[in-house]
């Protein structure tokens, strides 16, 4: 689940993003898809359920690469 101590530093790379690629600030067709992206990850780390769900998925398939 979601650990206390990087709840935090989630969120704020959240809004970072959001604010970022929002529609208002970032007129691209790029970051208007880029800002719903980070709407939905961002939906998954609010919900315990569904951030519980995602955990289980990345442990079983070997964990993920952050592209750089």
Request: hydrophobic share 30%; net charge positive; glycine share 8%.
């Amino acid at each position: 689940g979601l650990e206390p101590e990087l709840h935090g530093v989630e969120i704020d790379a959240y809004r970072r993003l959001a604010k970022r690629y929002h529609p208002d600030v970032n007129g691209s067709l790029e970051a208007a898809e880029k800002f719903a992206s980070v709407g939905k990850a961002y939906s998954v780390l609010q919900d315990p359920d569904k951030r519980k769900r995602y955990d289980e998925m990345v442990r079983n398939c070997g964990g993920f690469r952050r592209s750089a």
